[in-house]
């Protein structure tokens, strides 16, 4: 059996009460043992002094485009894109062409990521037909091939009826619900975050209630039907402050938050010029809504980390600003960003975006990742928490070069990853 | 000699007092030209102007293309209806067109925001914004302001109040930061759901009541209500619109005697404002057409280095 030893680094990993220097042997796809000063004949070793050794990173929100927009990302891309970034499992949301709204849209994407993929693969299957937001879809049916999560993403269920039915047939399943909100009748054709930058640039706008009023129904309906309402990429205080209260209450609700809602803001919208990679859904919003999803993402009201990774091809993107394509990549960059941006200033200690990565997305999904555990399988990734580097799109693995960070000097680079006991990266090149 | 500081004019926000002193300035001697009986003079005789209308237009489009055969440049206008803007070529493309028939100056008007800043970004050529989205339109800003000007001699500390709808107002947005660099003061007044957030950044002073702006002021600033606007809700009807916010020359009284009435047009008599004041002794509104003629031309002739 192969095995590999990485050696030296410093293993963070809170859900095993482990933040200290260890060793840590990988024997098949397992790991096999955690210990100091360990020596194994025969193991390929890895050398991680100075590095920090975590789990590999799950991203419970990523866009792979396949099947349907193969000229902005697919299957093969968009997991190398995930290991650069030491992301090791993501969920791939199903607004593709045709929607993944049956099993076997849920088996062509597994079956293809098992085949090229260069991580795992879990496919959120769509909660309504067609994405639609009329008639929900076989959860059931989906669930048994593989589809750990729903959702509508894209789009909001608008029918709070529908929204109900959805998280009362998933109890069913276990499985989340995870939602994009956005009441459409107050979105509009926003375009930027509604207030002061909408105003001075003339663009039209998105009020963050758009985003509360949605999430306030449905963590309503969900605290009266149950199940497991998943909100996703939270972007305004308002929004966390009405999580906060349900989750008091005992509401079964998680939530996640991008890199980008928790290091930019609408004033980069000004200052970049009318750039167009400023331009997602929800809009970047104001510093004090920015500091709250930070403080919120400390404290654990917000659960998870995760990226909303939306590649667009260059042509979608180099429009006007109002016909642009919402949304940027956010794989490749994800880690380094937070890490200079809310670790190194201290507003965000290492273990808590580790775990945010890590263990919390993993349990919201309800698989089998984020752990070093021994017997745990072997998904990991090594950091150089020391490392500053700058952001080249060309360097990206993605077809998606759409980011606001083009040049942006950052310190915390991915070195090496490991998926199911092998090394898919090494020294930040990709094998 | 003074000159401007870009090679565009997208907007008055960043733009100084002296530099907008330079264009009222040579807008002031291009007024002579307009008023002569023969207009045209050779200044740029050999220069090319393109215009993009990529949203309809027909005092702006009109006031450019004047502007351009009083100073003897050529012109070229390619409207959106029949064009290539209408078949879905990109922007992108567009610009890459533009740059290799190689017109020394753009002028381009836009539904969208920032659209005159990507082609300015992406062109050797000069840009001039004729409007983009509800963003700016430094050029009626800059007319605007020079037929004040001309009335009062200062914009020194006047009291200009602009009423109507700022929230979808280009002319408003550079009206604000236009008048201000220049010393004057900025009242707004709209219905509530006609107001932008925090406007007030901008600099100016929001009164919800339309009688308390109007208190006092220099210059009355009536901006064109777009009757499409009701069916999207942002007032209930025509007329409680006007019973509420029309200028009429009751509410013209509570300004001061001699108070300056300004109209960007096309007005919508009986709307936002009154027939018997727009064609009164204080309209300034016909004033403003010629203006716009020579604002153009002073920045046609400051941007060609027409001196040169």
């Known amino acids: 059996m192969q095995k590999i030893l990485i050696k030296g680094g410093h293993v963070i990993d809170l859900g095993n009460g482990r933040d200290t220097k260890a060793d840590l042997l990988v024997e098949g796809n397992r790991i096999a043992a955690i210990g100091d000063q360990l020596t194994v004949e025969g193991a390929e070793v890895v050398d991680a002094e100075g590095c920090t050794v975590s789990p590999g990173f799950v991203d419970l929100h990523v866009h792979l485009r396949e099947p349907g927009f193969e000229y902005k990302e697919d299957i093969f891309t968009g997991t190398r894109a995930a290991a ?6 993501i969920v791939c949301m199903p607004n593709t062409e045709p929607v993944i709204d049956d099993e076997t849209g849920v088996r062509f994407v597994r079956d293809k990521a098992g085949q090229h993929g260069a991580v795992r693969v879990y496919p959120a299957g769509a909660v309504t037909k067609g994405q ?14 593989g589809a750990k999560m729903f959702s509508d993403d894209g789009l909001p269920v608008v029918s709070a009826r529908v929204m109900s039915t959805a998280l009362t047939y998933s109890k069913m399943f276990g499985v989340p619900i995870s939602t994009h909100e956005e009441d459409p009748t107050l979105a509009g ?7 002061r930058i909408s105003t001075l640039m003339g663009l039209p706008g998105m009020p963050e209630e758009a985003e509360t009023v949605m999430i306030a129904r449905d963590l309503e309906l969900c605290r009266r039907v149950g199940g497991h309402l998943h909100i996703g990429h939270v972007s305004t205080a308002r929004s966390v402050a009405l999580i906060a209260g349900a989750k008091e209450d005992g509401v079964n609700v998680t939530c996640e938050v991008t890199p980008h809602h928790l290091t930019l803001t609408e004033d980069l919208v000004r200052e970049s010029d009318y750039d167009t990679n400023t331009k997602m859904k929800p809009p970047l919003r104001t510093e004090s809504d920015r500091r709250a999803l930070v403080t919120a993402l400390r404290e654990g009201i917000i659960d998870a980390v995760a990226t909303d990774h939306a590649p667009h091809s260059f042509d979608d993107k180099d429009r006007e600003y109002i016909f642009a394509d919402n949304g940027i990549v956010g794989l490749e960059t994800a880690f380094a960003l937070l890490h200079d941006r809310l670790v190194l200033p201290g507003d965000l200690p290492l273990h808590r975006l580790i775990e945010a990565l890590t263990a919390a997305p ?3 999904l309800g698989v089998d990742a984020g752990t070093l555990r021994e017997g745990a399988l072997a998904d990991i990734a090594i950091l150089r928490t020391d490392q500053e580097w700058a952001v080249n799109p060309g360097d990206f693995a993605s077809k998606g070069r759409n980011t606001p960070l083009v040049g942006w000097s950052l310190t915390g680079k991915v070195e090496t990853v490991l998926v199911d006991g092998k090394i898919v990266m090494r020294g930040g090149e990709l094998l | 000699m003074a000159e401007l500081k870009s ?12 530099e907008i002193q330079l264009i009222l300035d040579t807008a002031d001697s291009m007024r002579e030209i307009i008023d002569r009986p023969i207009k045209q003079v050779p200044t740029l005789r050999g220069r090319n102007v393109l215009s993009l209308f990529y949203e309809s237009s027909t005092r702006t489009k009109i006031s450019f293309d004047l502007a351009c055969r009083y100073l003897s440049a050529g012109a070229v206008s390619v409207a959106k209806s029949g064009s290539s803007l209408d078949k879905g070529e990109s922007l992108r493309d567009t610009v890459r067109n533009v740059e290799v028939m190689g017109p020394e100056l753009v002028i381009m ?12 970004q992406n062109v050797t050529s000069s840009v001039i914004n004729a409007g983009d989205g509800y963003h700016e339109h430094p050029t009626q800003g800059l007319l605007d302001m020079m037929s004040v000007r001309r009335r ?15 929230f979808h107002s280009r002319v408003a947005r550079s009206d604000i930061w236009g008048f201000q660099k220049m010393g004057s003061e900025v009242v707004v007044s709209a219905p509530s759901t006609l107001i932008p957030p925090d406007i007030e950044e901008m600099g100016c002073r929001v009164e919800p009541r339309v009688e308390d702006a109007l208190k006092d002021a220099d210059v009355v600033c009536v901006l064109r209500l777009q009757l499409e606007r009701q069916k999207q809700s942002f007032f209930p009807s025509v007329r409680e619109y006007h019973a509420l916010y029309g200028i009429n020359a009751r509410r013209l009284g509570l300004a001061r005697p001699g108070a300056l009435l300004m109209h960007p047009g096309p007005m919508n008599r009986g709307v936002e404002i009154t027939t018997d004041i727009a064609d009164g002794p204080q309209s300034i509104i016909l004033d403003q057409v010629p203006n716009g003629v020579a604002v153009r031309m002073a920045l046609l002739y400051l941007l060609l280095g027409g001196g040169e």
């Open chain 1, 84 to 89: 650069r970034g030491g992301f090791t499992s």
């Open chain 1, 132 to 145: 639609k937001g009329e008639e929900i879809a076989e959860i059931g049916l989906m669930h048994e091939a």
């Open chain 1, 189 to 195: 054709d926003g375009a930027v975050n509604f207030g």
């Open chain 1, 362 to 364: 993993a349990r919201i």
């Open chain 2, 7 to 18: 090679k565009d004019v997208l907007g008055l926000e960043h733009m100084s007092a002296d």
């Open chain 2, 109 to 120: 008007r836009h539904p969208s925001g920032g659209a005159p800043h990507y082609l300015a």
């Open chain 2, 152 to 166: 009062t001699g200062t914009l020194e500390g006047l009291k200009v109040t602009i009423v109507g709808d700022l």
